[in-house]
């Protein structure tokens, strides 16, 4: 990592005390891993962190996530679930764009339609299939009507992907606005809420004011010990390991309990990979236990593709050798390699790997090529966008129900692994659809599409004054709950 020695060099160099806290009549500083180029006002196509961030402060959806995790109000005031949960039905509050023209719900429809229209990039995309219409009900009310009951909706809805975005000049409604500030930041102040008008007559004091920007880990990780930032936020398994070149205090460092995948997902079936036995023989090769603790000790290990239960009328489906010691699995997938080797003597053993770079990439590398090695097959890794037999996904599942899983993990699954699959998306019941994800999943076990490793990490450096951060399941940290409100 040639580009990145100075900064490292300044991390092993730093001695901070980082349990100090930083002044409260001072703006709030916020860090999100990235480029500063990603925090962009658009929230179509594939989004990352630091657009995401972005999007969410200056662009609400009907609902939104507070500080826990949990779903709170939005442009919707309230909403009402009818017909069996086919049927939600929304009452806007009174909001503005950023030019102060009222928000309507024929805007609201009209964004929300742009949104899910096959034609949108959203990655959320193929969980909104469902959505057969929205409508605009009066100025204030509009329906989305569903033709399957979904009753993780609203959690999709809280999205930024989703987020209310004017059609045409791609503004907003907040809950903040975008402001002058220092070269190279993002001012961020509080919108003005035509609702609580009583309550907003007085301008925003100067400490209600975000400063936001995106950066490389190594320098928002720098600045953060130099108390230069009272935030970071987007921190994963790439850059977790800068942080033992630093003093920042262990009070300062939050990681989530985050659900979703970390695992390797089968990209090509060609060569050794064209049986299920020989993917299984992958999986059983890795030692889970030894490649997270190269990372973080506590970091945990998944051996299943779903976390839990989930809407499955299953529990996780295990794979058959989940009950044999490490030995005994990888004697097994030795002893398959050899067999098929025997047997395809001209044929390759290469399994082309790709991974994201930055320190813990190079973690995670060298573990899983050393078990594969061990096994008698030939690791060799490439870069994240380059075409590979297997592709690592690190993603925070936005909902918890196991389509999400399955449709995110199968990334090269034959037609009737995908069909079944689908088959869970057009269930006409909650019952059928919980029995249609359980087969979905056990099918993918058994055909070992997907090596799954460890929870996804996530993390942030949090200052003390920000009482009101939570960590939580989603790893979601909306910049409307920082800190306390003033007495």
């Known amino acids: 990592m040639p580009g990145n020695r100075p900064l490292l060099a300044a991390l092993i160099a730093l001695a901070t005390l980082g349990c100090e806290r930083r002044p409260d009549d001072v703006p709030v500083t916020i860090s999100v891993i990235g480029g500063a180029a990603e925090l962009r006002e658009s929230a179509r196509g594939p989004m990352s962190a630091a657009a995401r961030t972005y999007t969410a402060a200056t662009a609400q959806g009907l609902v939104r996530y507070d500080a826990a995790g949990g779903i709170e109000p939005g442009l919707a005031e309230r909403w009402i679930v009818t017909d069996g949960g086919r049927s939600y039905i929304f009452r806007l509050d009174e909001a503005e764009w950023a030019d102060g023209e009222p928000v309507t719900a024929k805007q609201v429809v009209a964004s929300l339609r742009h949104t899910i229209d096959a034609r949108s990039r959203t990655t959320l995309a193929p969980f909104l299939a469902v959505i057969d219409e929205i409508v605009e009900m009066t100025p204030q009310v509009i329906e ?17 992907e989703l987020a209310v975005i004017r059609v045409g000049d791609a503004s907003g409604t907040g809950p903040f606005r975008i402001a002058d500030g220092p070269a190279g930041w993002r001012a961020l102040r509080p919108a003005f809420n035509p609702a609580r008008a009583e309550a907003a007559e007085a301008e925003p004091a100067a400490t209600d004011t975000l400063l936001l920007r995106g950066e490389r880990a ?11 930032s009272d935030l970071v936020l987007g921190g994963t398994f790439r850059d977790w390991p800068l942080l033992a070149h630093t003093e920042i205090a262990p009070a300062n460092i939050h990681v989530d309990p985050a659900t979703g995948l970390f695992g390797l997902a089968l990209v090509s079936r060609e060569g050794f990979l064209s049986t299920a036995d020989n993917r299984r023989a992958l999986a059983m ?23 839990s239960k989930l809407d499955s009328s299953a529990n996780p489906a295990a794979p058959d050798w989940q009950s ?8 097994l997938a030795r002893n398959r390699v050899a067999a098929w080797h025997a047997a395809n003597p001209d044929g390759s053993l290469a399994i082309r790997i790709a991974l994201p ?29 380059e075409d590979a037999d297997l592709r690592l996904i690190d993603e925070v599942a936005p909902y918890d129900s196991g389509r999400w899983y399955l449709v995110t993990a199968c990334r090269q699954c034959p037609d009737g692994l995908t069909a079944l699959i689908e088959a869970a998306r057009e269930a006409p019941t909650l019952p059928e659809r919980a029995s249609r994800i359980a087969a979905a999943e056990l099918a993918m076990t058994q055909d070992g599409a997907y090596i799954p490793i460890a929870q996804p990490l996530r993390w942030s450096l949090v200052a003390l004054r920000l009482q009101a951060w939570q960590e939580n399941s989603r790893a979601w940290h909306p910049l409307t709950h920082l800190r306390r409100e003033r007495p």
């Open 218 to 228: 190594a320098s928002a990780i720098v600045r953060f010990a130099e108390r230069e």
């Open 357 to 385: 770079g930055g320190p813990g990439g190079t973690l995670v590398w060298s573990r899983v090529a050393r078990d594969l090695r061990d096994i008698g097959l030939q690791p060799q890794r490439l870069g994240s966008d």
């Open 324 to 331: 044999l010691p490490l030995d005994g699995r990888r004697i």
């Open 285 to 307: 090769a890795i030692d889970r236990a030894a490649l997270t603790a190269s990372v973080r000790p506590d970091w945990p290990i998944v051996e299943t593709l779903l976390p």
């Open 144 to 160: 989305v009507r569903l033709s399957r009951p979904r009753p993780d909706l609203l959690k999709l809805f809280a999205q930024p």
